[in-house]
């Protein structure tokens, strides 16, 4: 993965640990989504990465939000969105959520009882609300049958609720949404679920009686994590889409066709930079020592967490907190020194900091600036920074033009 080395360099002399996120790579990733699914609206789901300066570059794009809290409705809504654009998807929303979201966001039901409370308070505004039902299909990401979850509403219960809730005044059933899977890597997979997101779509909209207007087919385009990993095909995955499109539009006329995306849009455009803080030998291993490591950025010590716990050869992903083996670039900025075998830890209080056991590195010395890579999503948002009361990362993000701005 490539990064702005001199940026991480100089942002170095002035934080000790610290995210960089590059502006221009988070353009050039939406680019590619929307010069290749033509016809179709993508939502970023903000709690990849939620930096304000990140979100205003996304939205700027053309992007709408697919937002996972009543907080990232608000953080649309401050960016200009309108209703329409934000679709507020989450199991458990409190009637507070529902609330203060009714009027700025589509509320996605992701319940029946979510959807009498819905009912509920728009009655109590006299408003009518444009809501999605997020539905547990009976199928799976792989075209096997569905399985019990705690998203949404299982597919047969939600056709047989549906005369029911079509007799609701204060509630109007525009769109549906499913989210099966995340980081899938096989093209082929994620374009036969989409075609089987049109055919339930179809199925749906025959039974409400009227025309549907959004179908949120949620995510599942991954990113190359390890060395190994093949990316997605995009453009044989966007004529896929663009072939269903087609095939589907005497049905579905003027319904927009929604996807989301956290990390292909932001993940592979942050890195983590860290300095080495100390270094021991210990019963004849070496240890480096690097600042805010599992409390600044938790995943690269989940996943050693993970593989110590298991003798698959590939443990089963877990996102976002784990994806898979050797998913992080882990990149020493020094010049011309020999190698050495280490162990590299954090600087927390717990045996569980640790990043890499036993790996061959140039050599290491007290001060080095330390970087790993695939940073830009599920780091920050998702890493235990109040641990210890250690003092958080920043988190800088460089525009295509002009100069970094820090949180
Ligand atoms: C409902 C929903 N949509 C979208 C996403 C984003 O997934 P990704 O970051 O893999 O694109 C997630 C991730 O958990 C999700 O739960």
């Known amino acids: 993965m490539s990064f702005d080395r001199d940026a991480v360099l100089l942002l170095a002399e002035k934080y000790e640990s610290f995210y960089l996120y590059d502006g221009r790579t988070i353009a050039e990733n939406i680019a590619v989504l929307q010069g290749n699914f033509e016809g179709v609206r993508f939502l970023y789901s903000v709690k990849a990465n939620p930096h304000p300066a990140v979100l205003r570059c996304i939205i700027d794009e ?43 966001s589509t509320i996605i039901a992701d319940s029946p ?27 799976s990401f792989d075209g096997e049958g569905g399985s019990a979850s705690k998203f949404g509403i299982d597919e047969e219960e939600a056709f047989r609720l549906l005369p029911q809730w079509k007799g609701y005044k204060n509630v109007r059933i525009r769109g549906i949404h499913v989210h099966s899977r995340s980081q899938e890597l096989r093209g082929e997979l994620i374009a036969a679920y989409y075609g089987r997101m049109f055919e339930l779509a179809v199925r749906f909209q025959n039974a409400l009686g009227h025309e549907l207007r959004f179908v949120n087919m949620g995510s599942g385009i991954g990113i190359p994590y390890a060395e190994q990993d093949a990316p997605v095909d995009i453009k044989a995955l966007g004529a896929s889409m663009s ?3 087609r095939q589907y539009r005497p049905q579905l006329p003027r319904t927009e066709i929604l996807v989301e995306s956290g990390r292909f849009i932001v993940g592979k455009a942050g890195v983590y930079a860290t300095h080495v803080m100390d270094k021991k030998v210990s019963h004849g291993r070496t240890f480096v020592l690097l600042a805010n490591t599992l409390g600044g950025f938790v995943r690269p010590s989940v996943a050693q967490m993970v593989e110590s716990y298991t003798r698959e050869e590939k443990p089963a992903g877990c996102e976002p907190l784990y994806t898979g083996r050797n998913a992080f670039g882990f990149v020493p900025l020094t010049e011309d020194r020999d190698t050495e075998t280490v162990t590299v830890t954090g600087s927390l209080c717990t045996g569980a900091d640790v990043i890499a056991q036993d790996i061959l590195l140039p050599r290491l010395e007290c001060g080095d600036v330390f970087v790993i890579t695939n940073a830009g999503s599920y780091a920050a948002s998702v890493s235990p ?12 993000f460089l525009p295509e033009f002009g100069e970094p701005s820090a949180l």
């Not at 989450?90 to 203060?100: E, F, H, M, T, V």
């Not at 979510?114 to 009976?138: M, W």
């Not at 920074?385 to 800088?396: D, G, H, K, N, T």
Request: proline share 6%.
């Open 62 to 104: 053309g992007v709408g939000v697919d937002a996972a809290s009543l907080r990232e409705v608000t953080m649309g809504k401050e960016n200009g969105l309108a209703a329409g654009d934000i679709y507020y998807s989450a199991p458990g929303k409190s009637p507070r959520d529902i609330n203060a979201a009714l009027g700025c």
């Open 113 to 139: 009882a979510e959807v009498e409370r819905i009912q509920a308070i728009a009655e109590g505004h006299g408003i009518t609300a444009d809501i999605g039902i997020r539905l547990n299909p009976d199928f």
């Open 243 to 245: 072939a269903l499109i």
């Open 385 to 396: 920074m109040q641990f210890a009361s250690l003092e958080p990362p920043a988190q800088i």
